[in-house]
């Protein structure tokens, strides 16, 4: 059975338990943790799995996000064990996703600088420790390249400020805390300086 088999076949069970469609990720990896555990004890990273399944359930049609805060609604079941239906539901998940235009301004990056890093510090997050790393469909490892000192703020596009790191720590190192960022952007400096 696949993994994304198995799950579906999981919220269906999770919902008929409930006799209700709708639930978090959260609820849903609480309830069924050990479960997932013994399907593939060799998993070290079993939620981030587990969002992506629902993820592939999603993009089949077989359950939707209900709302932005990460509800998801079983869809396809016209009724589960001792359902009531409930008219928001129906309401919510006939509705269309808005639709929002975006402009915006960045800094153009040199791609030979990208490829350079990659080359020079290889494919896997040079923050300490880190093992999140995955591949892409074709088989390729996933690494993306991030400026430590941003272009905006005066960073230079050269080696010696480029670092690569997993899509986690690239997210960290933009959107995190300024305590958090400071710490991140010091140990990736101090990984290319020990490296060039």
């Known amino acids: 059975m696949t993994w994304k088999d198995y799950v579906y076949h999981l919220v269906v069970e999770f919902c008929n338990e409930r006799g209700k469609r709708t639930f978090t990720?959260?609820?849903?990896?609480?309830?069924?943790?050990v479960e997932f555990k013994r399907f593939k004890p060799t998993n070290l990273h079993l939620l981030p799995k587990v969002?992506?399944?629902l993820q592939f359930l999603r993009n089949d049609g077989?359950?939707?996000f209900l709302d932005g805060r990460g509800t998801y609604t079983l869809r396809g079941i016209e009724l589960l064990k001792n359902e009531v239906e409930?008219?928001?539901?129906?309401e919510i998940s006939t509705q269309a996703p808005e639709k929002r235009e975006y402009l915006i301004e960045t800094y153009a990056r040199n791609r030979g600088w990208v490829k350079e890093a990659k080359e020079k510090f290889g494919?896997?997050?040079l923050y300490t420790q880190c093992l999140n790393t995955f591949n892409k469909p074709n088989n390729e490892p996933y690494i993306e390249v991030h400026h430590i000192?941003?272009?905006c703020e005066g960073g230079e596009d050269a080696?010696?400020?480029?670092a690569v790191?997993?899509?986690h720590h690239h997210k960290m190192a933009h959107f995190s805390d300024s305590t958090t960022r400071a710490k991140l952007s010091k140990i990736l400096l101090h990984e290319v300086e020990s490296r060039l």
């Not at 990720?25 to 943790?33: G, I, T």
Request: charged share 20%; with cysteine.
């Open 51 to 53: 969002r992506q399944q």
């Open 86 to 90: 409930d008219e928001k539901v129906q």
């Open 62 to 64: 077989l359950i939707q």
């Open 123 to 125: 494919v896997y997050c």
């Open 165 to 167: 790191v997993c899509a």
């Open 25 to 33: 990720l959260q609820e849903f990896f609480s309830a069924y943790e």
């Open 149 to 151: 000192i941003s272009l």
């Open 159 to 162: 080696i010696w400020n480029l």
